[in-house]
């Protein structure tokens, strides 16, 4: 009877429909929102669109909780130059997911270059002093976050690490579990954002790039594609395959140029702005002050060369003023004589 079989159809679409309009919205159980967490790190860090755009899709898997439950939420390689933003990023995305920079887990690899430190990890081996504490260099709340927010960890300059060091690693990017050496416990990392920063073949990069500045190659321009090549190469020559197969991304941060620097120099002196807001001052700088403080910027050192401008050409005069005149709140800085003249308004 086709009439009845067609209203019989109608009917449970008409009941799909309204199961579907009385069905609460899908929820994360994650609380951050990517949109706001990407608006810090588009408004504190220059030149790295791709990356960021990169990061975006992540956080977007990380909110629809699609993430594999059996390994860490997801495993980044940041490389690059000096002073480029690798580790900023890191602290940026915990001050926006847990709301203070340092909510994180940083291991410093330049302090674990030989083989034996690979205890300062896992726990001293047994029969070992130390070995039933099970200490480590993990900070466990930082690791395992919460069931609202992803707990952060960063893996900084792992080239400089020892190569056993590393392979302590390969089970947690794997699977997310570290066995400390007591046998007594293990460190979980599935709900971990783990990243990682090198800056494996910038120094090579850079040196080429130096190279076609000061030759005729200058007028073919820059190949990103080529370079990027070179930096992959680099990176499988320092890292065993078994280490570079357990990662899900990696993310190539590009060099500052001249053209950054004044975007570089509105970030520095906005945080300048904010801790001087605190106490409700304010400072402004003319255009000549501004122009010096670009000057003389040396590129292999990113924007720590512009920030160490600020900390040696901005801050001693400009506490000085603070000191002396303490009932003054406006102050205004001016270039006199090669150097910055701070004064009240």
């Keep these: ?22 069905a609460p919205p ?6 951050f929102e990517p949109e706001r967490v990407m608006a ?24 629809a909780d699609l993430a594999d439950p059996h390994r860490p939420l997801a495993v980044h390689l940041f490389v690059g130059p000096t002073g480029v933003g690798k580790t900023e990023t890191a602290r940026l995305l915990a001050e926006a ?4 920079p340092d909510a994180l887990c940083r291991i410093d690899m330049n302090t674990l270059a030989q083989e034996h430190y690979a205890a300062a990890l896992t726990g001293a081996p047994p029969g070992y002093v130390g070995s039933k504490e099970g200490h480590t260099l993990f900070d466990v709340d930082a690791i395992q976050g919460s069931f609202s927010k992803p707990g952060i960890v960063l893996f900084d300059e792992l080239e400089k690490a020892d190569t056993t060091v590393l392979r302590t690693l390969l089970n947690v990017l794997e699977r997310g579990h570290l066995p400390l050496s007591g046998g007594t416990r293990s460190l979980d990392f599935r709900n971990s954002l783990i990243l990682m920063t090198s800056n494996t073949g910038a120094a090579d990069a850079a040196a080429r790039r130096r190279r076609r500045d000061q030759g005729w190659r200058r007028w073919l321009g820059a190949s990103p594609k080529r370079e990027q090549r070179r930096l992959d190469q680099a990176l ?62 040396d590129p292999h050192y990113g924007a720590r060369h512009l920030t160490r401008r600020l900390r040696t050409h901005l ?25 910055l003249h701070i004064t009240p308004e």
Excluded: C, Y
């Design 40 to 63: 810090l790190l588009r408004a504190r860090l220059v030149g790295q669109e791709p990356v960021l755009a990169a990061l975006e899709d992540t956080l977007q898997v990380l909110k």
């Design 26 to 31: 899908r929820a994360s159980r994650f609380v």
């Design 315 to 339: 801050h001693p005069p400009l506490a000085r003023a603070l000191l002396n005149h303490p009932d003054h709140t406006h102050f205004h800085a001016t270039l006199h004589q090669d150097h």
């Design 1 to 22: 009877m086709p009439f009845i079989n067609d209203r019989l159809a109608d009917n449970q679409e008409q009941r799909d429909r309204q199961r579907h309009a009385n």
């Design 236 to 297: 499988r020559a320092r890292f065993d395959p078994e280490f570079l197969n357990r990662i899900d991304a990696i993310h190539h941060f590009q060099p500052l140029g001249e053209d950054r620097l004044d975007a570089l120099l509105d970030i520095e002196l906005h945080k300048l702005h904010q801790r001087l807001a605190r106490r409700d001052l304010t400072l402004t700088l003319d255009n000549t002050a501004r122009a010096w403080l670009r000057q003389h910027h």
């Design 97 to 100: 997911i847990h709301g203070r």
